[in-house]
């Protein structure tokens, strides 16, 4: 895909590793300047580390119709309302920050340097690479303008990882074959809105107001705003060096402030043939969310006045970032494609997540800080990143779970005023923890507006609960359970406790008026928008997390901390009525013995999804496709991503089973299989979720097709497979679900019974896989290939712990090694048994 050619707008751009001689793993370059593709690769470019992050847009761009530069911080969200088809829709949104890359130049006597004002034949070279290993973005362009003249501009840029709240970049600007005048102006500019997703609505999405506006010294500008409704400030201090080659210049600079929300410093400087004009930004950013700051507008310019060179700041970065990958770098023998897809995957994760601390309160977004997309907020996408950060960095995914504790409060209220109790967590969560899940939705294909029920996905409780105990699996550490995740597994617990409606007649528990996580059913056709009945995902996990809480409070009461059980407020026999409902919670089944999504699916309609997928690109969002129709997916068996088949993603099957059995169910291995058959057959694979999903699934009976699921999800971003939306941010979950895949699913590497046990099967495209995990404290470098698998822990004060290969249970403490070999899957009977199993 090399080449100069701009308009191929049917490629992606990307040159993948598999077409070059010398494969580098760590870079993603994009050859070819592709304006219809801008938006996909400023979403895939961004830089961030947690704290804040910047779309890979170029230095010089406002935002257009190809360009959209945007900065977020983690967890700064602006309220916004208005009335939408005749409903009002309150909400709130991720605040697209004041945009720190401003630098516009003028070469000579041209106008403002504009990519798209040059024909092809003028844009002699471009080249832009994403250095995933230090988290680097370089440009590199040559251009000829109407006079002839020849120049390069290269710009570098990085969002800092060792210092949280700093980030730089530098330009050069290289006249190849003149002499003459550049005309620079760098700042800060503020007048943004959060226009990088269509919004048919009449509401405003403009949110920031400046406060002060202020040359700070002769080489700084400050800018500070607020937030419109949550009265956010923020404040970005830029200082802008320059020099001629080797030589340090101070041009005279006009400082130039406009009233609406920008900053800048202007000024020319006279160039030669040869020699570069290098101009460096380093900007200090704060809010009033940071901890010790007396004012944003202080800590920046205080911050700003003290930070070292660009150079130095970009050695302290690039060194964070070799540290980080000490933790989550997962290498794989052949390098390749997948190995550049994994980095690149595991890249955006970390540096979404990587500076989230107790501190920061901030959540899993799940489309990162990279775009606007659901507007900035936090789904059900963690339950597919913990397992990822969990087993490397623990206390990360303790800070992002405090998220959750802190909005445990606004849970409980939820809870009482829909008349129940416990905590129910909403769909769509942001600032403050209540439900900002949008009542509307816009139909772009025939421009309706039709009702949004999707916060009846009361199953977000079940993550939260789910993840919570699978982070104390992991650590064992119970003073997490004695706090944060006592309570939320507790609060869960009771509030789907209170949703199970008893039937002395069947005596049965069934919860109505719920969804799945398939979003293509929010009722029945006599009753729309009102859920469903007795949702098996929902049910089966609901009585996994009511067993947990039991587990959780004879946890507790044991603990010679003894009193932080009581702060629960355990009721008397409470305990005992989670073991009833967990036990009697129905399970309702198809005639042919596979679980049944809900109550009522079997005797939906059959659709043949081939018809669609003749008729349109993607039926990912069927829903809208037959809406146009004047249709509706209430009527039909299909489904939008994984419902019932996320039993098997979650629980091994013998876990699934043995659940099932509690609840007075059989579920014979050959019904899981045609479980699993029934519902691959009818989904319309919408969400990126789906391909981890079902990728884990086949990992066991059919790796081939395992392998092709993999695929798609490690490029649901890079190749944009939903037709569109990586523009407006990339999926975390599948992200982190890919990776997950290698390192967790083909390892066969659960956490139960205080144990870690490994059970690979690696596909036949890997010969080898190395990565690091922390368990119980113990750090460990596992490696495996298609004949071992080789377990070395580091040396320190960790205790020992029980690990099971393939069976086989033993210790491992600091400091030892070990090697198995491991049984192939078509060496006799085991291969019978790896084609049944759906998940290790």
């Excluded at 964070?320 to 023998?333: D, K, P, S």
Aim: aromatic share 8%.
């Amino acid at each position: 895909m090399a080449g100069s050619g701009r308009h191929r707008e049917r490629s992606c751009g990307i040159r993948h590793p598999d077409e070059l001689a010398d494969v580098d793993t760590w870079v993603v370059a994009f050859e070819e300047y592709e304006p219809a593709q801008e938006g996909r690769r400023e979403s895939l470019c961004t830089l961030a580390n947690g704290y804040w992050g910047t779309r890979g847009a170029s230095e010089e761009s406002v935002a257009d119709d190809v360009h959209y530069p945007g900065t977020y911080f983690a967890g700064v969200y602006d309220e916004v309302d208005g009335i939408v088809d005749g409903v009002e829709m309150p909400g709130e949104e991720v605040v697209n920050a004041p945009n720190w890359l401003r630098l516009q130049f003028r070469l000579a006597d041209d106008g403002w340097f504009d990519i798209d004002s040059f024909a092809d034949a003028d844009l002699l070279e471009f080249r832009q690479e994403l250095d995933v290993r230090h988290g680097i973005l370089t440009r590199n362009i040559t251009v000829r303008d109407r006079e002839g003249r020849v120049t390069t501009i290269r710009s570098d840029r990085f969002v800092s990882q060792a210092t949280p709240r700093l980030a730089a970049m530098r330009v050069s600007i290289l006249p190849v074959d003149w002499s003459g005048p550049v005309t620079v102006r760098a700042g800060v500019d503020g007048r943004v809105a959060n226009t990088n997703v269509p919004d048919h609505s009449p509401r405003t999405h403009r949110h920031l107001r400046p406060t002060l506006l202020r040359e700070q010294t002769p080489d700084t500008v400050l800018l500070e705003v607020e937030t419109a409704r949550s009265h956010i400030r923020i404040a970005t201090a830029a200082r802008t060096t320059v020099r001629l080659g080797d030589t340090e210049l101070r041009p005279a600079r006009r400082f130039d402030a406009d009233p609406d929300g920008s900053v800048a410093h202007e000024f020319t400087a006279v160039v030669a043939a040869g020699v570069p004009l290098v101009i460096e930004k380093v900007v200090h950013v704060s809010t009033s969310r940071d901890r010790a700051v007396l004012t944003p507008a202080k800590s920046a310019a205080d911050g700003v006045a003290i930070a070292a060179s660009f150079d130095e700041l970009l050695i302290a970065h690039a060194q964070a970032w070799e540290r980080l990958w000490l933790e989550f770098a997962v290498e794989m023998q052949p390098a390749g494609e997948i190995a550049l897809a994994l980095h690149f995957n595991a890249f955006h994760v970390m540096q979404t997540l990587s500076a989230v601390d107790t501190d920061l309160d901030a959540g899993v977004p799940a489309r990162g800080l990279h775009g606007e997309a659901y507007d900035g907020h936090v789904f059900w996408d963690e339950l597919f990143v913990y397992p990822f950060i969990t087993l490397r960095r623990p206390q990360l995914t303790a800070a992002l779970l405090a998220y959750r504790h802190r909005r445990l409060g606004e849970a409980q209220r939820a809870a009482l005023l829909a008349g129940h109790v416990g905590a129910m967590f909403p769909w769509q969560s942001g600032m403050a923890g209540d439900d900002v899940t949008p009542r509307r939705l816009f139909n772009p294909l025939n421009r309706r507006w039709i009702p949004d029920n999707s916060s009846l996905q009361r199953h977000v409780g079940l993550a939260i609960a789910f993840s919570a105990w699978q982070f104390y699996e992991s650590t064992g550490d119970i003073q997490f359970l004695l706090h944060d995740g006592g309570d939320l597994i507790v609060g869960v617990a009771r509030f789907f406790a209170s949703l199970a409606v008893y039937d002395p007649a069947r005596d049965r528990y069934s919860i109505d008026h719920v969804m799945g996580p398939d979003e293509f059913h929010d009722g029945y056709i006599d009753r729309p928008g009102q859920g469903v009945r007795d949702n098996v995902y929902t049910n089966v996990m609901t009585a996994w997390v009511l067993r947990r809480a039991i587990a959780t409070v004879d946890l507790l009461r044991r603990h010679p901390g003894g009193l932080a059980w009581r702060r629960l407020d355990i009721l008397p026999g409470e305990p005992d009525e989670w073991h009833r409902i967990a036990c009697r919670l129905t399970v309702v089944f198809n005639d042919d013995g596979t679980l049944s999504q809900f109550d009522g699916y079997q005797e939906l309609e059959s659709i043949d999804l081939e018809v669609y997928r003749r008729a349109q690109p993607w039926i990912g969002r069927l829903d809208l496709i037959l809406d146009a129709d004047q249709d509706t997916t209430n009527r039909y068996q299909v489904s939008k991503q994984p419902d019932a088949l996320m039993l098997l993603y979650l629980l091994s099957a013998e876990e699934l089973r043995d659940l099932l059995a509690d609840m007075g169910y059989d579920l014979p291995p050959d019904a899981i299989v045609r479980t699993v058959d029934r519902y691959s057959a009818t989904s319309t694979y919408g969400s990126t979720l789906s391909n981890v999903v079902h990728s884990w699934l086949e990992a066991r009976r059919d790796r081939a097709r395992s392998w092709t699921f993999l695929e798609r999800a490690l490029h649901s971003d890079l190749d944009d497979i939903q037709h569109g939306t990586t523009r407006e941010g990339v999926h975390i979950g599948a992200m982190a679900g890919s990776v997950d895949i290698v390192t967790r699913c083909y390892i066969g590497l659960e956490m139960r019974s205080d144990r870690l046990w490994f059970h690979p099967l690696l596909p036949v495209e890997i010969d080898a896989v190395r990565f690091h995990l922390t368990y119980r404290d113990l750090a460990l470098s596992v490696t495996v290939t298609q004949a071992e698998l080789h377990i070395v822990s580091v040396e320190g004060r960790a205790a020992p712990v029980r690990i099971v290969v393939e069976g086989t249970e033993f210790e491992i403490g600091p400091g030892e090694e070990r090697t198995f070999p491991l049984l192939r899957a078509d060496a006799g009977p085991s291969a019978a048994r790896d084609r049944r199993d759906l998940r290790p």
